[in-house]
DNA sequence: AATGAATGAGCATTCATTCAT
DNA sequence: GATGAATGAATGCTCATTCAT
């Protein structure tokens, strides 16, 4: 891999301008293309997803593909710069650590529900990239980083505050949180047997984590209550 | 994948036929050649592994992989048997539900440090081959709904002699159980940025999830103790 | 390559109609296009170079090309055509054979200094499309045709009136001669190592070839007498 | 190009063992697809030729080539090998001087003449690689400078010895040679309009290059005398 | 039990060419 | 005059698989 992500054609962002012809299907062919790719990336892995297929998949040939793209990987890159450009993952406003947690959870929860695809395809491309370097992959684990940051800043200001407290240290509960996050949505996309809604486990490990969080009451009854 | 058949060639289970040369020969090339694609698999993903690798990592050449496996399917089918069978994923002993949950735990811990290869193997290839319906993954469903049952039959257990307290039904338990501690390997995995030890966090797991259990006590101030 | 009609869109010969600006349109476009391409494809072959690639040299785009030309192809046959024109490979005045081929090495002298580039050309397309037989083959093949017999005449004519003589007929010589000149000038284009300049030894050449066709001693220590 | 030429199947030099199959028409299939991609090379130029094309020569497919050679380019580097290998460009025997350079034109054209494709291989690459740095080109360029390099030092001999004289350098007249050379057969090799016989020129221009040399008269008419 | 040779289908990528605007 | 978008036919290369020995 060596996607740049440069010198490729304007385009993108033309999508509202020169809406006299309606065929391009109203967006832009690099956004199709994109969408398109993003869908079989995740739906069957990297590697196992064709140009071919990607092509054919918005009714066009290969060559439209490597018109926009300069390779597979860019392609591949351009959509991972695109999710993380959207991805929520700064910090929360919010009164306190709590309430800024909470606020962070249902930030996260909310494009979880809306994007699942784009969080599976973090995840997805994480785990098949592996022992890879490309920038590519540089991207996914920064916005993995940033996520987990996120958590330890905020429980590091709780502690600090008395609000929170627990046994672990804030790094590992933002990794434990990312973790295990990643792990209900894995299941979920996996064909969950059990869960036909993953979302509803994702609800359970934020409130188990808030109250597993709690300074005071540590835990009375309220451990793991479902929003 | 179609590598449904079981019926191969000689070898498999000649292992103590023919005692004559005790050098690599017979089982042992099998057991070579499936260890060497499981670590293979683990790292690089089924698709990116070529029968090649696998081979040359023995010191053999393609042929000889065909000899013992009808195809590169049939050997993953063969490790991801091996694995099956000497996966854990009964209900243990124990005089009550809490110590069950405990055992079950224990015996899963000890296997997940012992072979995280093979553990790795089970979360990789079920990624791998979401939407693919071949024996082999049947086999790897199989084992996660053992694991998933498992839990869920130990809470029932608990539940019902008023030990165990859930907002959560045990079968929403199980797959939370099992979600999480893929998650907490695949981090740790991925090269585990924050988590030096993804151990470390699979343990915090446990603890957490047994106090959140605990009907009467609730867990006190021990929520989330790492062992 | 299929260019063979001649009859390509307007522009070409409307040069000097529509002044109104004298920018780069026009006639321009098409010179550059020509100037770019022939650079190109002496620098790096006929296949190895593209359209693209000679479009962006003059900051246009492959769709300018084929508004100019038919096809790669015709582009090459522009140059070529253009290049035949330019090239002077009639016989020169002079009082007698010896001053004509004087006249004529010097002729070619100048031209070969002063564009290397077009007789390049020459040279490696002939050999790039040796096995073809397109009309840009024909008339690059004429021109070497033109070259030999230029010399062959001179030389018949002085071999006439005993002023020249060589072991070696008047076709062969032309032959040779034009043959030992594209070798000179290969060497230099290939990077020539031995010879910076290789003009020096396309003048050792013709000086050489001069003095071995000089009657006087013609016969004498047989300067080129075939083994 | 990354044509190591190195880590392949040992084959080569094996043909002659194992008699029994003649299928594999005597010679090994290495030599094979060496001698029928040398002859499309050669006769087509390197880029336009494909692999398919050679296999196809051979009754084989595509793989076969693949599983002898890693890529096209190193299929090439091991032909230039092999003709680096047999090319006779060391200084030959002789009493003196001059027989020395006798010898070394009747070796060289002894080979010209049993393998004048070897011979176009190496120009014909040396043009449509000109301007790339592999370390096929450099082998190419090697053996152009041994070429070149023997005429130098026979000559060098010669001018001190007394034997030889010219107004050009030993370098100078190397080049001289190698390029005069190279032009002759380009010549014939173009389809040769003029001349049948190759062959008969280049010993037209050993002649004449030997009498050029010659002391006695040397500056005399001033055979080569540059301009 | 294992190898070397070969196959064939598939895939990423390149590039001349077309065409509506 | 010129562009952007798209096509389709190659083309080099990979890899699972087969098979005679």
Redesign the interface.
């Known amino acids: 891999m060596k996607a740049e992500a440069n010198a490729r054609p304007p385009v993108r962002l033309a999508s509202m301008v020169n809406k006299r012809r309606a065929e391009p299907s109203q967006q832009a062919t690099v956004d199709r293309l994109c969408d398109a790719a993003l869908e079989l990336f995740v739906?069957?892995?990297y590697?196992?997803t064709t140009i071919d297929e990607i092509a054919r998949r918005v009714r066009l040939t290969k060559g439209a593909v490597y018109y926009h793209f300069r390779s597979k990987a860019d392609l591949l890159d351009t959509i991972v710069e695109r999710v993380r450009n959207e991805y929520p993952c700064g910090i929360p406003e919010g009164d306190g650590p709590r309430e800024k947690l909470v606020n962070f959870f249902h930030t996260q929860a909310k494009w979880a529900i809306e994007r699942p695809t784009n969080l599976l395809l973090m995840?997805?491309m994480?785990?098949?990239f592996?022992?890879t370097k490309s920038a590519t992959k540089l991207k996914i684990?920064a916005i993995?980083?940033d996520m987990?940051d996120a958590i330890?800043k905020i429980v590091d200001e709780g502690k600090e505050l008395g609000v929170f407290s627990?046994?672990?240290s804030s790094?590992?509960l933002?990794?434990?949180y990312?973790?295990?996050?990643?792990?209900?949505m894995?299941?979920w996309?996996?064909?969950?047997?059990?869960?036909q809604k993953g979302v509803?486990?994702v609800q359970?490990?934020r409130t188990?984590m808030l109250?597993?969080l709690s300074a005071a009451d540590?835990?009375?009854?309220s451990?793991?209550?479902?929003t």
Do not use: N
């Open positions: 739906k069957k892995g590697r196992a995840i997805l994480s785990v098949e592996k022992d684990d993995y980083a987990s330890a627990s046994p672990l790094r590992q933002g990794a434990f990312v973790a295990a996050h990643d792990g209900m894995l299941e996309y996996r064909g969950g047997r059990k869960l509803e486990l359970a490990l188990s109250s597993a540590a835990g009375g009854k451990t793991a209550t479902p």
